[in-house]
């Protein structure tokens, strides 16, 4: 049994979005609330500050409150609400949109 995966990846396949990437966590209902989440992001961060990248982004189902407030706690902040451009068990869903800027760089390196 998966007990949690996490993955990060380019948040647009254009160039000019190379300092972007948009992960994903997730956590097996058996395990949430164990710090599992917290662990997978926060290496999550770490990678992707390693790798050079500036912004982290989360599409979040607007209803999921734990992972609001995981992204929230590791210093994600909203940056936009998104309403009913998803569905699931035949509802509509709503996304919030977090971002954690990764460095303090004002501007990108020399290309595009």
């Known amino acids: 049994v998966v007990t949690g995966y ?35 992001l926060s290496r999550l961060i770490d990678e992707a500050r390693d790798s050079g990248k500036h912004v982290m982004v989360a599409g979040i189902e607007s209803q999921n409150q734990a992972s609001l407030h995981l992204h929230h706690s590791l210093g994600f902040v909203v940056t936009a609400q998104m309403p009913q451009v998803g569905t699931k068990f035949g509802r509509w869903l709503d996304l919030t949109f977090m971002q954690l800027q990764l460095d303090e760089r004002t501007e990108p390196d020399a290309i595009g």
């Open 6 to 40: 996490a993955s990060f990846g380019d948040w647009r396949s254009f160039d000019g979005f190379r300092h972007t990437v948009e992960h994903s966590v997730y956590v097996h209902p058996d395990h949430q609330g164990k710090g599992l989440g917290r662990k997978l």
